[in-house]
C-alpha cells in the first residue's frame, strides 16, 4: 500500500516539478556590461571576435534576446560565420533544464566551418 501511496504522488507531483523548469529567466532591460569573458575559437572572421564572444556571454547569462541580436548582427558582417547559427538556436532554445527541446535546425550546407563547430552544431540538433 505504501508503494502503491508513493507511486501515485509521484505521478500527481511529476508535471509540477516539469512545470517549475520552465521559467526561461529572460531578463528585462538592457544587459550589464560586466557579465564575464569568453575566448570562443571560431572560423568568422577576425572582424566579429569580441561581437561573437560578447554573444556567447549573454547566452550563458540567461539574457537570450540581447544574445540572438548580437549573433544575427555577427552574421550581417561575416554571412559565413556558421557557428552565429548555432548561438541563434541556442537562444531560441532558452532554459537547456527546462524539460523541452525545440526544433532550431538551420541550413549551413555550403559555409566554411571548423571540425568543433560541426560537432556544436550536430549536437544542438541541425
Not at 11 to 25: C, D, F, G, N
Not at 37 to 64: D, G, I, M, R, Y
Amino acid at each position: 500500500m505504501k508503494k502503491f501511496a508513493a507511486l501515485c504522488m509521484c505521478i500527481l507531483l511529476a508535471p509540477s516539478a516539469a512545470w517549475a523548469q520552465t521559467e526561461q529567466h529572460q531578463h528585462s532591460g538592457l544587459a550589464p556590461k560586466d557579465i564575464g569573458t569568453v575566448n570562443f575559437e571560431t572560423s568568422c572572421s577576425p572582424a566579429v571576435k569580441t561581437q561573437f564572444n560578447e554573444a556567447v556571454a549573454l547566452l550563458h547569462s540567461f539574457w537570450f534576446a540581447e544574445s540572438r541580436a548580437i549573433f544575427e548582427s555577427v552574421l550581417k558582417t561575416d554571412p559565413n560565420c556558421a557557428i552565429s547559427y548555432w548561438g541563434i538556436a541556442l537562444t531560441h532554445w532558452g532554459n537547456p533544464f527546462a524539460g523541452h527541446a525545440r526544433d532550431f535546425a538551420r541550413a549551413v550546407q555550403g559555409l566554411r566551418v571548423l571540425p568543433a563547430e560541426v560537432l556544436l552544431l550536430r549536437r544542438a540538433g541541425t
